[in-house]
């Protein structure tokens, strides 16, 4: 076999569930590391709560049948020039994503969930420990917009700052474009740059852009930016968590801002309507501690209205450039969940898996029925929540019962 | 004499002293009334303090000749279709000038102060008790900071909220502009307008616009809006608390705004550069008690830079328009020094006054000069303290000494 266990280890999570995936299974896979995670869930010995989450894509399917469809992928991937990353590879970026375990990023969001994986084409995704910028926007921007993403994008690039986004048309593409057009011109620039090449050129310190895809890596959406698409992958990287062959359904971008957002140190929204997908975003980056702005227009453009909304309610901070960011943005806080001093160690967990918590007893231990029973919710979301209490050390399993840990 | 003792007075007494005046001529002529006041300044029977204050303009000349000056003043005025107002009047807005007394509006304001009384053309100042809606902005403004103030303009008047601004070119004149053409559209609409007419017109219900001057009320400036000027005469009121004849001095503009912004219960600032003395209104606003709104613009835009910077920096709320101002603007609070349960009496003063204050033994009375040793300030200074004190009742004269009330 001409893939690493790894590798179809990643590939086969991926496609056995959809993003973002239950808790339970994000607590599996983290208890037991990738490649014994798929090994139990393609041999059909995955414990009942995930089982039921991967039940849709799985069920049915030998164990051969699973391992196919995985190294297929991965072949795809391959083909793409992409490889498969995941936690506990070098640069897999853990600190920003620690935020997708405990926080939900929005309300349309079933449950918090960082990515059990990700294709990726090109090279890194942001600079060092920072996050990168994501640049987000109406597909619809107004020619105003994408010169001031473009600007944006440039002079974030320009300054070492990697601009995250999502490949859209609009607000999307010119921000990748100015991040790339920077680079380039960096790059040109006189005697310096064949010594910066050598070193392995922006990538080595800098990844120009990432774009975050809500289909296969193989795929371009919109296919009218194939090229545009290859050339961020050239200049930064491309990444999904979809697998190869996936359609960008209508609700994938939802899920796929949450990676913009959380891979970003902070979010500006250039243009966008009142409704806009890039407020979803916003309110994404919010919810995970990340600093948002925007970028305020003409008050007679439809295409700032967005803006001006998230400015007026405080929920985004005015920013008119690049140098006004870079007053503003504040460093990371270590990721961790937000426990203040007197906080009860369950005050981080979501509704669910406090009463889960709360149904269990404080001393002896119980079936997972008997919870279910007492917290008046259905098995799998017990068997779930239980999964998270395993994680966070809140819950123990005993002899097939649970107790507090 | 054709002009009454009180408009001889009003007159006079803004002649006598360069806005904004002195605390202690303020407290004199609140403690005397319009006329005993004039009388004692033109007499030469003002107290020390205030005697000081007025010198430069008052001094060597006869009391006929200073009751020349005013009637003269107060015939310029009828000239231009103005009378006098002040204190006392019926239409005098107390409440809305009322923070003038003890909030210093701006660094560069040496104190303090209410004006004396108002030249006026026109009819009232602003909608009942309501103050009006202050439209500020730069005088280079662009065809998109007009079309905003005109429509900022125009729905604030059709809606019975009197425009506030100062005449100037640009953001103001459309401000003005819009307010008018609000009002000459409702008059010309159907047959409600002539019974609308009937009862005063937009005067009785609505002051379409106010523009505050930082000249005579004889003087147009600038002088290619003398018609505009007229015209907001006709549609609401102008005025000015400079004397006729008086230029238009630097300084004076600032002066004239704390009028503007004090008229105001909100000041939008629709266009402003870095430098713009709009700033300053928004400051001087701010410091009174006033919301202040600014309309955000194209980031490219030298004269949305001011805007941008007053919304970043939390000293502004973000409007796009009158529908987002509707929903903002918060009823004025009771005009009243802001003492809170607990404060002391003295809490609402300045420093040179409390110090005065403090010097004032709690048993027993001493001289000014004691008064001055002890606080070791000025002794016109202490003069002028001394009459603030007393106005606000902290301090009284007893046999020429003074001493805790």
Known sequence: MRHTRREIALAGLLRCAEPPVAPAVVAFVDALGAEEAWAAIAGGRAPGEVASVVQPRVGGLGRVELEFQAARDVAIAAENGAVLVGPGDPDWPDELFAPLEWVRPYEQCPHAAPPLA????GRGWATGDRGGL????????????????????????????????????????????GALHAVDDEMGDGGGSGERRSEGGPAAGCVATVAVLACGIDRAYPAAHRALIDAIARGGAVISEYPPGSVPARHRFLVRNRLIAALAEATVVVEAGRRSGSLNTATTAANLGRQVFAVPGPVSSAMSVGCHDLIREGRAGLVTGWPDLVGMIEPLAPAAPAHRPGDRPTDGLDLVTSRVHDAIPARGAVSVDTLAGEAALPVPDVMGALAVLQTFGLAQRRDGLWCRA
């Open 118 to 121: 990700l294709y990726r084409r």
């Open 134 to 177: 994501a640049v987000v926007g109406s597909r619809a921007a107004t020619p105003y917009g994408v010169r001031v993403a473009a600007e944006l994008g440039g002079d974030a690039a320009r300054l070492g700052r990697t601009v995250v986004s999502g490949a859209a048309y609009g607000i999307d593409a010119a921000a990748h474009r």
